[in-house]
């Protein structure tokens, strides 16, 4: 079942175009809400003005009429950008909302994020020691404070960025606003995706090529790992000082977190889950009468299994579309119950049948043993469960936020365990083989240590604070 992601982001140059930019970028926030829920901003640049508005809500809630009027009143807005959160570790002040506008001696500086650094404890205290101010615990805010100093000493915003570069860890993917550029980076390992299109003479940049096609923009390609691109009103041009190192996407991006009409760097989501199923098939095989996909991120591994076993595929589990990811929830208990609004099971397609459930993933198995008990309710005569991914064993430093050893069942448990736990006649979990293979026309490298230990990235040296343990001092 679900876990938690960090956030999208959204960027765009508008050249050329009629319309402010903020219609635009209202428009890709909802195409990246799955990416997060739990608060939403847009900032423009109107002349020489910024103005920003950010809030606790998902993008219809925030945005009302009043409030997109309100950012467009003030002039075209050439340049603007727009997130979508999910807080990490509980970290859900309003204060803490993206993009974040500040001003510093270069002029205003506004930037919105998508990722988790490993050093930020490290970063602080060192920043705070040499007398800087915090006002929130965000990354975005310290990676800003380490732009800033930088760019005093440097000829232009991507030079300092550059130089930020050397000494932030971990994932990040950026879209920032200067007084006359929109730059888009990439950490190095690539650990988040980033892309780039067109739209009309306008440039964009996004989280997820679907948020291009959302506003009708041409995809023209990922941003790669390292990169720092830079658009001007004259030019678009890279800064690849950092490109070339061995890359990490975050191999869950395929599993579960990006739409699956989304393309990330070369390989098709849909295509991803799909061969998910169609592994789990062989490597899983079982005698049944009906497989189903748990909405939205199992469907299409379920599709895959059903092709490839060769059984009949149906629609066992009805969503209710005007409930966000169960990820949104805080507590263990308000995610069951969340669930238990969110799916429904069709009795008429489950009663008297052998049911393979075919879902992404299982993080601590109690919402999972409650859909399995109510597809039993429901008539389903056995229940054979199937994950198109491997069990869940080491926390997440990069943002997807698998915090604790505690929290896994994997770690408490043998996959026997597991099955008996949940209430199902048979479980199986992807190979961690067959992962590696399921995003196969991909042309960047994969992290996977949330099942395997090894993380990309050293989170083991002498100055390492694990982030799940640092206290921001208030």
């Known amino acids: 079942?679900?876990?938690?992601?960090?956030?999208?982001?959204?960027?765009?140059?508008?050249?050329?175009?009629?319309q402010n930019a903020v219609h635009e970028t209202y428009l890709a926030l909802y195409?990246?809400?799955?990416?997060?829920?739990?608060?939403?901003?847009?900032?423009?640049?109107?002349?020489?003005?910024?103005?920003?508005?950010?809030?606790?809500?998902?993008?219809?809630?925030?945005?009302?009429?009043?409030?997109?009027?309100?950012?467009?009143?003030?002039?075209?807005?050439?340049?603007?950008?727009?997130?979508?959160?999910?807080?990490?570790?509980?970290?859900?002040?309003?204060?803490?909302?993206?993009?974040?506008?500040?001003?510093?001696?270069?002029g205003s500086i506004s930037v919105a994020n998508n990722g988790?650094?490993?050093?930020?404890?490290?970063?602080?205290?060192?920043?705070?020691?040499?007398?800087?101010?915090?006002?929130?615990?965000?990354?975005?805010?310290?990676?800003?404070?380490?732009?800033?100093?930088?760019?005093?000493?440097?000829?232009?915003?991507?030079?300092a960025i550059a130089e930020t570069m050397k000494e932030i860890e971990g994932a990040y993917s950026l879209v920032?606003?200067?007084?006359?550029?929109?730059?888009?980076?990439?950490?190095?390992?690539?650990?988040?995706?980033?892309?780039?299109?067109?739209?009309?003479?306008?440039?964009?940049?996004?989280?997820?090529?679907?948020?291009?096609?959302?506003?009708?923009?041409?995809?023209?390609?990922?941003?790669?790992?390292?990169?720092?691109?830079?658009?001007?009103?004259?030019?678009?041009?890279?800064?690849?000082?950092?490109?070339?190192?061995?890359?990490?996407?975050?191999?869950?991006?395929?599993?579960?977190t990006a739409r699956p009409d989304s393309v990330i760097d070369g390989a098709s989501v849909h295509r991803s889950r799909?061969?998910?199923?169609?592994?789990?098939?062989q490597e899983h095989p079982v005698e049944a009468d009906v497989v189903i996909g748990a909405p939205d991120s199992g469907l299409d591994a379920a599709i895959g299994y059903a092709t490839e076993s060769k059984i009949s595929y149906g629609i066992g589990?009805?969503?209710?579309?005007?409930?966000?990811?169960?990820?949104?929830?805080?507590?263990?208990?308000?995610?069951?119950?969340?669930?238990?609004?969110?799916l429904n099971p069709l009795g008429n397609e489950l009663e008297g049948k052998r049911v393979v459930l075919v879902d992404d993933s299982i993080v601590r198995g109690t919402t999972c043993a409650k859909l399995i008990k109510r597809l039993r309710a429901a008539g389903a005569k056995e229940v054979h469960m199937r994950i198109s991914s491997p069990p869940f064993i080491n926390p997440c430093y990069f943002g997807t936020d698998i915090s604790s050893k505690d929290k896994l069942i994997a770690c408490q448990m043998d996959i026997e365990g597991i099955r008996k736990f949940i209430g199902a006649d048979t479980l199986g979990f992807l190979s961690l083989e067959a992962l590696?293979?399921?995003?196969?026309?991909?042309?960047?490298?994969?992290?996977?240590?949330?099942?395997?230990?090894?993380?990309?990235v050293d989170i083991s040296g002498p100055n390492y604070v694990d982030k799940f343990d640092y206290k921001i001092k208030k």
């Not at 079942?1 to 009629?18: A, D, K, Q, T, Y």
């Not at 602080?124 to 760019?151: D, M, P, W, Y």
């Not at 730059?183 to 650990?191: C, I, L, N, T, Y």
């Not at 589990?317 to 238990?340: A, M, P």
């Open 176 to 256: 920032i606003m200067s007084p006359k550029k929109l730059v888009a980076v990439r950490d190095p390992k690539g650990f988040r995706p980033l892309c780039m299109g067109k739209l009309g003479e306008a440039y964009v940049v996004a989280s997820e090529s679907c948020a291009l096609q959302s506003i009708g923009a041409q995809f023209i390609r990922d941003i790669e790992p390292g990169e720092i691109v830079v658009i001007t009103k004259d030019a678009v041009y890279s800064n690849k000082t950092h490109c070339g190192q061995k890359t990490s996407l975050c191999i869950f991006e395929h599993v579960y």
């Open 1 to 18: 079942m679900p876990l938690h992601e960090e956030c999208g982001v959204f960027g765009i140059f508008n050249r050329g175009l009629e």
């Open 31 to 106: 195409a990246l809400q799955h990416r997060g829920q739990v608060s939403c901003g847009i900032a423009v640049r109107n002349g020489k003005t910024v103005d920003c508005i950010t809030d606790m809500g998902t993008v219809p809630n925030v945005f009302t009429a009043d409030r997109l009027a309100a950012l467009t009143e003030n002039g075209k807005g050439d340049v603007a950008l727009g997130h979508v959160r999910y807080s990490t570790h509980g970290e859900e002040d309003e204060i803490n909302n993206q993009p974040m506008v500040m001003s510093y001696a270069r």
């Open 317 to 342: 589990l009805i969503k209710n579309r005007y409930i966000g990811r169960t990820f949104i929830q805080t507590t263990q208990s308000q995610r069951e119950r969340s669930v238990q609004i969110k």
């Open 116 to 159: 988790c650094l490993v050093n930020t404890a490290q970063l602080r205290e060192k920043l705070q020691s040499e007398g800087a101010v915090f006002q929130t615990n965000s990354n975005a805010e310290l990676i800003v404070h380490c732009i800033a100093r930088h760019r005093l000493e440097t000829e232009n915003i991507e030079t």
């Open 274 to 281: 799909l061969n998910a199923g169609k592994f789990l098939a």
């Open 436 to 456: 590696h293979k399921v995003a196969d026309k991909s042309n960047v490298s994969f992290c996977d240590a949330c099942f395997t230990g090894n993380y990309p």
